[in-house]
């Protein structure tokens, strides 16, 4: 008797639970749209739903900036069931590439400037970048060296030993570029970058080099004990083609630099990129309503709480060697984005009688010039904003 009374009275609070959640709070399908989509809609209708409206973002790997930035974007895009963007943590750069190549499902993902140029000149990859678009640049990305105190520039890692992360990141890329154009010999090694930073502390690596959007994690995470600092590297003319002056002071690493010093150092650019789909299919519709969700709420990430590299982006800003998405270019003309520097090709042409005569007649030779012109103002101001960055640095 006493069992079956124990299992009414359950059956009795279940279902004046169940009574509360229809009438009030408890109920989750009222404050959940995901919940609420499963609820109103049928297995079949909801998986076509939620696939149509989702886009799939590959990043980075754990503590890395771009996990941050995709964090970002789907805090800032998603829009119920009308859209919804799915961060997913990568491994790298390189693996980046191949993931949004080959991997199914994934519709964009941050990429660095410099990796499918490497690629192609390894041989790994031939016209790669006819097979890609970009949505936008993003920022710089910079080249942080923790070492002893006695390093104190790149080059002082000659002959010693130097982790440059896992082989399918984008750090192993930048840093072995680098290395090669300044013919810098030293003792790389592909070590995961939290297991470098403690062999770093027993003495079993000279330097760990990472490259990413400052603050870094893993570099401003680093338990320093007063043995190490920021090693500087030098802008040399071999770098200066496709890499940027940059500096880092204590605000930015107080574990590492001392208060009132800056290290210079490089940076390299992060790129948002997807693959070239052919307009009109399904992945290039889920594109373009990503692209009108991020470009028409940019603002928004451009202030706290959000990362303070997105202050550095610039969505007009072109980027060479690269075909921008069209749709993505479609939308900066339509809003007025990036008219300031037709405006000024165009002047340009008309005001000076000698370029007028030397240029080509072509509409398609004379869109090729105004891209190159693009590229090359869009490469002037990132230098200028750059060196004024130093400048700041060393006055402070």
């Known amino acids: 008797m006493r069992r079956l ?57 754990i503590g890395g900036t771009y996990v941050q930035i995709g964090a970002d974007l789907a805090s800032v895009l998603d829009d119920g069931n009308k859209l919804r963007v799915l961060p997913i943590v990568g491994r790298g750069s390189v693996q980046s590439v191949a993931d949004i ?134 802008y040399d003319r071999p770098l200066q083609g496709d890499y940027l002056p940059a500096s880092l002071t204590a605000k930015d690493y107080p574990n590492l630099i001392a208060e009132g010093e800056t290290v210079d150092t490089i940076a390299v650019p992060a790129v948002l990129a997807a693959y070239n789909w052919a307009p009109g299919s399904e992945r290039y519709r889920k594109l373009s309503q990503f692209v009108d969700a991020f470009f028409s709420k940019f603002p928004t990430l451009q202030n706290p709480p959000f990362h303070p590299k997105w202050k550095e982006v610039s969505l007009a800003a072109p980027l060479a060697g690269w075909t921008r998405l069209p749709y993505a270019q479609q939308w900066l003309d339509t809003h007025g984005i990036g008219a300031t520097a037709r405006s000024r090709f165009d002047d340009f042409m008309n005001q000076n009688p000698a370029a007028s005569k030397t240029a080509p007649q072509s509409q398609t030779d004379r869109e090729a010039l105004f891209k190159q012109f693009q590229a090359w103002q869009a490469d002037q101001t990132a230098k200028e904003g750059a060196r004024a960055q130093v400048g700041r640095g060393k006055q402070q």
């Open 5 to 61: 009374f124990g299992l009414a009275l359950a059956i009795i609070m279940a279902c004046g639970f169940a009574a509360r959640a229809e009438e009030g709070e408890y109920d989750p399908a009222k404050v959940s749209d995901s919940l609420r989509a499963i609820f109103q809609f049928g297995s079949a209708q909801t998986k076509q739903a939620l696939n149509a409206n989702t886009v799939t973002l590959i990043t980075g790997t």
């Open 101 to 234: 190549l080959f991997l199914q499902g994934v519709d964009v993902g941050i990429v660095r400037s410099d990796t499918l140029d490497y690629l192609e000149k390894k041989g790994f990859a031939k016209d790669i970048k006819r097979q890609f678009t970009f949505v936008t640049k993003l920022y710089n990305e910079e080249m942080t060296i923790i070492a002893p105190k006695s390093v104190r520039t790149l080059k002082d890692l000659e002959g010693k030993k130097v982790s440059v992360d896992l082989p399918n990141g984008g750090t192993f890329v930048t840093a072995l570029t680098v290395a090669e154009r300044i013919g810098l010999k030293a003792d790389f090694a592909y070590i995961e970058q939290r297991i470098a930073m403690e062999k770093l502390k027993k003495g079993e690596l000279d330097g760990v080099i990472v490259v990413g959007g400052k603050p870094y994690k893993s570099v401003s995470t680093f338990q320093n004990d007063g043995r190490f600092h920021l090693v500087t590297v030098d």
